[in-house]
C-alpha cells in the first residue's frame, strides 16, 4: 500500500515501510511539512501490525540537506513565515501523547527503524536519524554536524543521543567543528555501521529489514529497542535488573515463547503470533509508572 504526502514518499511491502524523502530537486532539505509527515509515518507504523520495520532514504543524488535555506539568511528565524515554513511549531502531533514531534514518533515508534544514507545527510539531515536504530551508508555519502558554522546549536535531541551513540568525545569533535566528513569516518566512528557501494545501498537495508521481520517476535524487538535506548543512562544496573526479569518472566509463559523454541527445534521459520497493538506485556512502558 502506498499514503499520499507532500514530502515523503511513503510505501508499505512485506513488512517494511519504507519512507524516501522527497524533494530531490533540493536535496531532500527539511521542511516542517517533511517532519510532520515524518511524525505520521512513524505512528502509522507504530499502530499497524503488518509494519515490522521503517526504512528511511531519500531521493535523487541526496539524503537531505539539512534545513531549507532557500529563504536566506532569515530561514531560521522561526517568527517569520519563512522560518516557520523550515520549522514552526510541530512539537505535538495528532493521535499521540508524551513525544515530540519527529523526534518523538521515530524514539517511541516500537518498530525497529533504520537510515540508508544514500547522498549527503547534513544539520536536521542528519540529527533526524539519531533516534534510528541501525544506520548504514553509501561510500559516497557525506555528513555534517554543522550547526555551530551557523549560528546555531546541535537540535533534535541530537545533544542526547549523538554521546549515545558514538560517544562523547566522537560527539565534540563533530559537533565543535562542524565540517564535513566522508563515510568512512562515519563508520570508524560509529555513527554508521555499515558502508557499501551506492548500488548495494538499499538492497543491504532491505536484506536487513528482511532478517529482522522474518525471523524475530514483533513484541520481542520492540521491548529491546526501549530497553537499549531508555535503560543504559542508569548508574547501576539494578534498575535494568527490575525490568529485564519481570519481562522475561512475562514473555515466557507467552505463544511468542513457545513458537520460537519450536521453529527453532523444528529448523523452520518463526511464526510468532504476538501483536504489538495488542499484547504488549503488563509492564510496559514501566517508565510510565
Not at 539531515?125 to 555528513?143: E, H, Q, S, V
Request: proline share 7%; glycine share 12%.
Amino acid at each position: 500500500m502506498s499514503s499520499a504526502y507532500e514530502h515523503i514518499l511513503c510505501d508499505v511491502e512485506d513488512g517494511i515501510m519504507q519512507i524516501t524523502l522527497n524533494r530531490p530537486d533540493k536535496l531532500n532539505a527539511y521542511t516542517a511539512t517533511m517532519g510532520a509527515e515524518l511524525a505520521k509515518a512513524f505512528d502509522g507504523a507504530d499502530a499497524d501490525d503488518a509494519v515490522r520495520v521503517v526504512l528511511v532514504t531519500g531521493a535523487g543524488r541526496g539524503f537531505c540537506a539539512g534545513a531549507d535555506i532557500s529563504a536566506g539568511a532569515g530561514a531560521f528565524d522561526t517568527t517569520s513565515a519563512e522560518g516557520s515554513a523550515s520549522f514552526g511549531d510541530v512539537s505535538k502531533r495528532e493521535g499521540r501523547t508524551g513525544g515530540q514531534g519527529m523526534v518523538g514518533a521515530v524514539f517511541e515508534c516500537r518498530k525497529p527503524s533504520i537510515a540508508a544514507f544514500n547522498g549527503a545527510a547534513v544539520g536536521v539531515g542528519l540529527t533526524l536519524t539519531l533516534p534510528m536504530d541501525i544506520r548504514i551508508a553509501a561510500d559516497t555519502a557525506k555528513f555534517g554536524f554543522v550547526f555551530a558554522r551557523r549560528g546555531l546549536v546541535p537540535e533534535a535531541g541530537s545533544a542526547w543521543f549523538l554521546p549515545r551513540l558514538v560517544g562523547l568525545p566522537q560527539a565534540l569533535r563533530w559537533c565543535l567543528d562542524g565540517a564535513l566528513f566522508g563515510a568512512e569516518e562515519a563508520l570508524k566512528g560509529g555513527l554508521v555501521s555499515e558502508v557499501v557501494a551506492p548500488e548495494a545501498l538499499l538492497p543491504r537495508a532491505r536484506a536487513i529489514a528482511r532478517s529482522i521481520a522474518d525471523n524475530t517476535a514483533p513484541i520481542s524487538v520492540a521491548l529491546t529497542r526501549q530497553m537499549l535506548w531508555r535503560l543504559p543512562s542508569d548508574p547501576t544496573p539494578y534498575p535494568t535488573l527490575a525490568i529485564d526479569g519481570p519481562m522475561a518472566m512475562a514473555l515466557g509463559a507467552t505463544a511468542d515463547v513457545r513458537e520460537g523454541v519450536s521453529a527453532f527445534l523444528e529448523k523452520r521459520p518463526p511464526d510468532f503470533p504476538g501483536k504489538v497493538s495488542t499484547d504488549m506485556p503488563a509492564g510496559y512502558p514501566w517508565w510510565e509508572r
